[in-house]
């Protein structure tokens, strides 16, 4: 299993920018899928974007596209979620997860979760 720390969310105005890290605890880092998921108050958890273990694959929510950026450092073994162009509709809290080698969107796939950090936009 890996422990995933997520940190770096906060209150922004709408327009702004905000950088998400997580923070993995795996002895092999790169044999692992990431992605990002958030969940808004009386919203069921949502997909934002993924990256594949050798991040050539990076699939994101339409409503993200252009605006959201995933990376990963394997060197640090730390994942990052780069927010541009905030919205008030992007207000949730945001998960980090991981699985072992192959990338999806669903969240069910996923057994290895952080504690989540809460991003709020301000209109």
């Known amino acids: 299993q890996v422990q995933l720390v997520e940190s770096g969310g906060g209150l922004v105005q709408a327009g702004g920018s905000l950088r998400l890290s997580c923070a993995a605890s795996?002895?092999?880092?790169?044999?692992?899928?990431m992605s990002w998921f958030r969940q808004a108050p009386g919203k069921e958890r949502e997909f934002v974007a993924g990256?594949?273990?050798?991040?050539?694959?990076?699939p994101y929510a339409d409503s993200v596209k252009g605006r959201f950026t995933i990376s990963r450092d394997n060197a640090k073994k730390t994942l990052y979620l780069h927010m541009n162009s905030l919205k008030p509709e992007d207000t949730a809290v945001y998960y980090c997860?991981?699985?072992?080698?192959?990338?999806?969107?669903?969240?069910?796939?996923?057994?290895?979760w952080g504690q989540g950090t809460r991003v709020t936009v301000s209109s």
């Open positions: 990256i594949s273990q050798s991040g050539d694959d990076t």
């Open positions: 997860a991981a699985r072992l080698l192959l990338l999806t969107t669903r969240a069910l796939r996923y057994g290895n």
């Open positions: 795996a002895r092999t880092f790169t044999n692992y899928a």
